[in-house]
């Protein structure tokens, strides 16, 4: 199996060596647009798994992701302390445009996995430039939020992660739905009350700053919340995982990107999941769509974007590829 990374700055680079660590890609290619960074990168990746792993890591160029099963999407503008994901849609939304066509067209048959902020409108925006088909674009995002809830939750009860049931679905951002109503700790269901719920969602949607002031950028949480869903993604087994995924009508949502549960294998999203939730975490779900609908409509005025007029077959290579 072969993925490609498109931006290989701090947080592809921790990727890179995450998968590569893994030991079941045949081969991970590192592209950016710092051609010496990506050897530098895929050097010190090579030297770092080389008595565990043997897959074989190396820079490459666009045309070197043809037959990629998977690319990932990582390049673009990173947060600064004080800054909400949101907040970098005008850096990164032409740069996504952009290299979601000419990933699509060096690799036409590959899922893209996108994981540049803001995730959940860039994926919008990815799907609608590519051509790609929606069960073949998803962002990465919800199953991060997912992790780092059950560890919150993990700190209260005194268990471990593991011990832990809980999803989060919506924006990866301010706009993230917990589902309360569907935790459990060590198999028992857990009841709480509008304070508790009120001050984990606050925390949770705090860990990324916090994160980002005390040493300049998340990195290792997206790399094995990356990780894990590359192997659900490629796995034989149907796994539900929380990821980005354009809605077609479920939950009421209608071509936007939000994180909701998705059903995965063999490289590709199967369905999406309508799970039962209570009132009020349906109305934040659909409040949350509506926000990132205006989000994704200011980015197709920017871009001159229609949302979903692209189709592969009108395509053309980009101009030096």
Known sequence: MKVGIVGVGKLGGEIAFALARDGIWDELVLVDVVEELAWAQAEDIRTGIAERSDTVVRPGKMADLVDANIVLLVAGKGRSPGMTR??????????ARDLSRQIVAAAPKTTLVVLTNPVDVITTIAWSASGLPRERVLGSGGLLDSVRLRCLLADRFGVHPSEVEAVVLGEHGERAVPLFSGV???????????EERAKFLEELKGISAKVIAGKGGTAFGPAGATASLLHALMSRTLSTVPA?????????????ALSVPVVVSNGSILRVEEWEMNEEERQILQAAAHDLEEFAADASVLLGLAVRHTTLDKLAPPAGH
């Open 86 to 95: 949101l907040d970098l849609l005008h850096a990164n939304a032409p740069l």
């Open 244 to 256: 980005s995924v354009v809605l077609q009508g479920e939950y009421g949502i209608q071509d936007i």
């Open 184 to 194: 459990k700790v060590r198999g028992r269901p857990v009841t709480f009350s509008s």
